[in-house]
């Protein structure tokens, strides 16, 4: 699936959709899937997370930045959200809280610089959104992987 953002209202719109698609494959699967993104500098993958987070309950209770210096942020919402940014960890094995995170079925992992990861370190239940650069905004290749893509797409 293709998704075009022209603007930061078409990607707050979005990322709200995401929360609610979110919920029900919890529903469906009584797990989170891992959200990986992928994409350069500047591409909309912190925006994208803000605004995700900020869907859930509690989200006011919850400090959002880019876990740049960190490794990752925990932030106190419902689900519990865990924010992994790798850009530093290129090359480098991942930390133990990594595979602890995205392997808890009660918290949402949300993952930046996914390109990071190796291919046999990668989450089996996850969603990944390729992010690219246009002229016009962003725009957001997603792919599923460990479960019925349908569910969460007719939610979107």
């Known amino acids: 699936m293709i998704i075009a953002l022209k603007c930061l209202d078409s990607t707050e719109n979005f990322a709200k959709q995401f929360a609610t698609a979110l919920l029900a ?4 699967y009584k797990r989170y899937p ?16 803000k605004y ?4 859930f309950e509690n989200a006011e209770n919850a400090e959002i930045s880019s876990p740049s ?6 932030y106190p919402t419902i689900p519990c959200v865990v924010h992994f940014d ?18 808890d079925e009660t918290v949402l992992s949300i993952i930046e610089w996914s390109e990071h990861i190796q291919t046999q370190e990668l989450p089996a239940f996850r ?12 725009e ?3 792919k599923t992987f460990g479960f019925q893509a349908e569910l969460f797409f007719e939610k979107l």
């Open 127 to 138: 969603i990944e959104l390729h992010w690219k650069i246009l002229a016009t905004g962003r």
């Open 25 to 28: 494959l919890k529903k469906e």
């Open 140 to 142: 957001i290749f997603i």
């Open 86 to 103: 790798l850009y530093k960890n290129e090359g480098m094995p991942l930390d133990e809280a990594f595979f602890e995170y995205t392997s």
């Open 69 to 74: 210096f960190t490794l990752y942020n925990i």
């Open 34 to 49: 891992a959200i990986l993104h992928f994409g350069g500098l500047g591409s909309g993958k912190t925006t994208f997370t």
């Open 52 to 55: 995700l987070v900020n869907s």
